[in-house]
């Protein structure tokens, strides 16, 4: 079945930890893209790509790095976290069709990141 | 730049009732706008998806409608039920750029 995955759903470490949210897509869609959302909060858009080998930053500045090195795969690093970085993460991803006028983006369920 | 507003951020409305959601965007350059919801603690789900040459989709107990040139759109839904409590979100995409999300309106549906 065509998706898109997030791991962990949910992670508690602590302060200076390096750490990987990974995100995965079976869905062959060219874009995917990295939000951050607080509880309550509007979302903001921290990393985009639009293929293999693109990345490009979101309009909300992030101490967070992304990589695209398989069309499927979109994995967010902290090198080290902080209290601040405590938020949930949201991954998506979107298709282009129709000559680029069709657009659908999908989201997966999220990663809940509690820095102490 | 493309700014989306939704209103009213809040509604609470007692079970079985019809109501209509807002959302209103500044540049009406758009390929097709999208309503998403979301409940608590959880990622987004689409909901419909309308492009600019069309003016409503239809989902079930959902209707979104679309005009725009005055740069609108709504999300009507039908015989509200407790489990329609959620967020919804409304986006639209104007191309090569990432969507551009409201901040969304909280519905309850009261029992």
């Known amino acids: 079945e065509a998706d898109i995955y997030q791991t962990p759903r949910y992670l508690v470490i602590g302060t200076g930890k390096k750490i990987t949210l990974e995100c995965s897509q079976t869905?062959?869609?060219?874009?995917m893209y990295w939000y951050q959302q607080d509880p309550g909060m509007e979302l903001h858009l921290i990393h985009y790509?639009?293929?293999?080998?693109?990345?490009e930053k979101g309009d909300l500045s992030s101490e967070s790095t992304v990589s695209r090195i398989r069309t499927e795969h979109f994995p967010l690093t902290l090198e080290s976290a902080r209290p601040s970085h405590t938020s949930q993460y949201l991954c998506?991803?979107?298709?282009?069709?129709?000559?680029?006028?069709?657009?659908?983006?999908?989201f997966g369920p999220g990663t809940r990141l509690t820095v102490l | 730049k493309q700014e989306v507003t939704q209103i009213p951020a809040a509604l609470s409305v007692p079970e079985g009732e019809n109501l209509v959601l807002n959302c209103s965007f500044t540049d009406s350059a758009i390929y097709n706008l999208q309503w998403f919801r979301q409940d608590p603690g959880k990622g987004l789900t689409s909901l419909l998806l309308?492009?600019?040459?069309?003016r409503e989709q239809t989902s079930g107990r959902l209707n979104a409608s679309l005009d725009k040139s005055s740069g609108r759109s709504t999300l009507y839904i039908a015989a509200s039920q407790p489990g329609d409590s959620a967020t919804y979100l409304c986006a639209v995409y104007s191309g090569n750029t990432p969507l551009v999300f409201g901040k969304g309106t909280r519905l309850s549906v009261i029992a």
């Open positions: 790509s639009y293929g293999v080998n693109s990345t």
């Open positions: 869905m062959g869609h060219d874009k």
């Open positions: 309308i492009q600019s040459s069309q």
């Open positions: 998506a991803s979107s298709e282009l069709r129709s000559g680029g006028s069709f657009n659908e983006q999908f």
